[in-house]
């Protein structure tokens, strides 16, 4: 912490994907530049010039971050499937501040509030540590300057009461929630309550890890993660939208040919993903699961099911990790779902850990809304990037780029 600003505790202190992506980047993209953009969903929520200014500090000292040697070592023993020349690189890996550019957009009313823009821009395989620790630096922010109707009572506790909930269920699940946590010290205190009742509660659910490579480290548990969309919209960007999806598959088996082998389906709709899925089924064969991140969840098992049938494949050897916007009663659900259908069922759980928070004011009765805000990649060697989701109206990037690629995948406009 400094007097003007916040930083990350480590370099480490982001999701792990990011340094998978960051390797299967340094392998097969090691030129490309990349440009990075931040969307906040919800326009009516301003944030303030003080907090704005703030932010801009921190991201000015990002460059001090570094991989220590007691890291180094911690990560060559863990994640194996990194290898020597990625953690060289990681070794000497620096954030680059100049690369980040924070407008602030005062509102006529009141100068004093306003929207923020933040863009990322350099090469691909800089930039992509950006995204994740940018955004929990201006979470903390927003909520040290702008909305202070909360405190940290009961933060242990209430992470307890939902880890017991999820053990006895029967549910593996993990902790998500690095990007869009309240604060730092929110995050670690969440995990030592998912900690503690995983410990005190034996099965038949688990804490299975987190995503926080840095708390995983301090508190030794496995880091987890795969892949994210960026993977799947840079490629369709750099390579051809007409099988992305498999083009993906193909690259990132390349970096990880016996590990991490687990499909995020949505990035152009599951039913597209599908397509290419189908079309080899060594490969359906050989990876290990499916990632369910937007849409309806509960149709979700039900079709992966049919799809592993047509294929020959026993789907009860495979695994489905649901991780879109998850409580503990939704994936209690999907668990039953899944037991019933055959699959197994992990989940990926975020905000509803790190970001669930009370007014003070309303005596606790009223919730105090974590930001609503996502960082994307927008374009890859001056091409823009598109997501398209199982949630078909809500489109990411370029309209004419969506409206190509639906085209080309014959999705409805």
Known sequence: ?????????SL???????????QAVLRHFPDVQATYRFTHRDKDVPFTRECVDTFRESVSKFGSLRLTDEEYAWLKTTCPYFNDE???YLRQYRFKPEQVSVRFLPLDENPTLGHLEIEAVGPWLETILWEVPLMACLSELYFKFVDTDWNYDGQEEQAYAKAEDLVKAGCAFSEFGT??????????????????????FP?????????NVHLAHVHGLSPVGTIAHEWFMGIGALKGYEHANGTALALWEEVYPDALQLALTDTFS????????????ER??????LRQDSGDPFIYAPRAKEVYESLGINHREKIIIFSDALSVEKAKKLKAQCDEVGFTASFGIGTTFTNDFKKVSSGGKEKSKALNMVIKLAAVD?????????ELTKNTGDTAIVKLVKEIYHLPL
């Open 1 to 9: 912490m400094s007097s003007t600003g916040i930083l990350p505790t």
């Open 179 to 200: 990007r869009r946590r309240r604060s730092c010290r929110t995050q670690d205190t969440v995990i030592r309550g998912l900690v503690r009742a995983s410990k005190e």
């Open 86 to 88: 990625y953690l060289q």
């Open 270 to 281: 599951t039913e597209v993903f599908y397509k290419d899925f189908i079309a080899n089924p």
């Open 382 to 390: 001056g091409k823009p990037c598109v997501k398209i989701s199982d």
């Open 12 to 22: 480490l202190d982001t999701d792990l994907y990011k340094f998978t992506m960051q």
């Open 284 to 289: 359906a064969r050989r990876w290990k699961g």
């Open 203 to 211: 099965g038949p659910g688990k804490l299975t890890g987190t995503s």
